[in-house]
T-cell receptor, first 115, second 113 residues
Framework: AQKVTQAQTEISVVEKEDVTLDCVYETRDTTYYLFWYKQPPSGELVFLIRRNSFDEQNEISGRYSWNFQKSTSSFNFTITASQVVDSAVYFCALRGDPGTYKYIFGTGTRLKVLA | EAGVTQFPSHSVIEKGQTVTLRCDPISGHDNLYWYRRVMGKEIKFLLHFVKESKQDESGMPNNRFLAERTGGTYSTLKVQPAELEDSGVYFC???????????FGPGTRLLVL
């Protein structure tokens, strides 16, 4: 069975602090995809990143970075120098392969960045 | 390019009534998905259309839910009759192909009283 666990329900940080959101996944598939989505107060799910299971390189995009470690089945997301606009609910998701197109989501982590 | 749109944004109905949710995917996306988030839990898959055909409806909770995608463009999700446990946020997503990333709409917040 596939599963995504986001153990942190809610995190509060002060602006300019760094924060890491944890994501642990379970799958028996050898090929799979991992995603992060952001849900700001407006409600839509905004795509942030997609990573396949064969690419373990860490990725950096501006203040955002992702650490993918197959050895620990984790795909953690770090925001550097957080800003109030980063306040949102962040979801980690998993898609197995082949023939499985549905995403398995975690329960989300609510991030509050305080000014 | 317009993203995935959903209508209505909010709906409040009484138990036993019928509600129809609509999703317009990104233009050119043959794949359309419905998901639901109930009571702050995880977002769960409901079903997947490829054009007008249901590819996977393994996540549909019961026969009170009916999804259609006539003509392979927009999709509707009807709940009839609605029950209290149907309350939640219903998300629609679309992708160009099954291998491509799914892009989500803003969701419809359904409250059944």
């Amino acid at each position: 069975a596939q599963k995504v666990t986001q153990a942190q329900t809610e995190i509060s940080v002060v602006e300019k602090e760094d924060v890491t959101l944890d994501c642990v996944y379970e799958t028996r598939d050898t090929t799979y995809y991992l995603f992060w989505y952001k849900q700001p107060p407006s409600g839509e799910l905004v795509f942030l990143i997609r990573r396949n299971s064969f690419d373990e390189q860490n990725e950096i995009s501006g203040r955002y970075s992702w650490n993918f470690q197959k050895s620990t089945s984790s795909f953690n997301f770090t925001i550097t120098a957080s800003q109030v606009v980063d306040s949102a609910v962040y979801f980690c998701a998993l898609r197995g392969d082949p023939g499985t197109y549905k995403y398995i989501f975690g329960t989300g982590t609510r991030l509050k960045v305080l000014a | 390019e317009a993203g995935v749109t959903q209508f209505p944004s909010h709906s409040v109905i009484e138990k036993g009534q019928t509600v129809t949710l609509r999703c317009d995917p990104i233009s050119g996306h043959d794949n359309l998905y419905w998901y639901r988030r109930v009571m702050g839990k995880e977002i769960k898959f409901l079903l997947h259309f490829v054009k007008e055909s249901k590819q996977d409806e393994s996540g549909m909770p019961n026969n009170r839910f009916l999804a259609e995608r006539t003509g392979g463009t927009y999709s509707t999700l009807k709940v009839q009759p609605a029950e209290l446990e149907d309350s939640g946020v219903y998300f629609c997503a679309s992708s160009f192909s099954v291998q491509e990333t799914q892009y989500f709409g803003p969701g419809t917040r359904l409250l059944v009283l």
